[in-house]
Nanobody, 126 residues
Framework: QVQLVESGGGLVQAGGSLRLSCAAS????????MGWFRQAPGKEREFVAH????????YYADSVKGRFTISRDNAKNTVYLQMNSLKPENTAIYYC???????????????????WGQGTQVTVSS
């Protein structure tokens, strides 16, 4: 099992940047692929980014490509989401999630992630 704790959220002006972190417990972090999702008020939780177990492959929602970067440090049991050029519509609670490295489900499939953090609020003001 793995426990996930997000941090780094906050209030930022449009055009600004934030770096989210997700710290994982346990000694098997490198066996998990990781994802970031977000949920805005009144909307469904949506996929943002995914990174495979080694960090060698990454995938992004079209809406964040070129602005967000997902990365991981397996030695520190941490996954990051660097968010640049933030827009007001990026305001949401951001969640990190983990799934087994061998999962073949779409990286956008929320149900394929068995472990979730509590979320961190990101608010982008105009």
């Amino acid at each position: 099992q793995v426990q996930l704790v997000e941090s780094g959220g906050g209030l930022v002006q449009a055009g600004g940047s934030l770096r989210l972190s997700c710290a994982a417990s346990g000694r098997t972090f490198s066996t998990y692929a990781m994802g970031w999702f977000r949920q805005a008020p009144g909307k469904e939780r949506e996929f943002v980014a995914h990174i495979n177990w080694s960090g060698g492959s990454t995938y992004y929602a079209d809406s964040v490509k070129g602005r967000f970067t997902i990365s991981r440090d397996n030695a520190k049991n941490t996954v990051y989401l660097q968010m640049n050029s933030l827009k007001p519509e990026n305001t949401a609670i951001y969640y990190c999630a983990a799934r087994q490295f061998y999962s073949t489900s779409s990286w956008e499939d929320r149900s394929s992630y068995g472990y979730w953090g509590q979320g961190t609020q990101v608010t982008v003001s105009s």
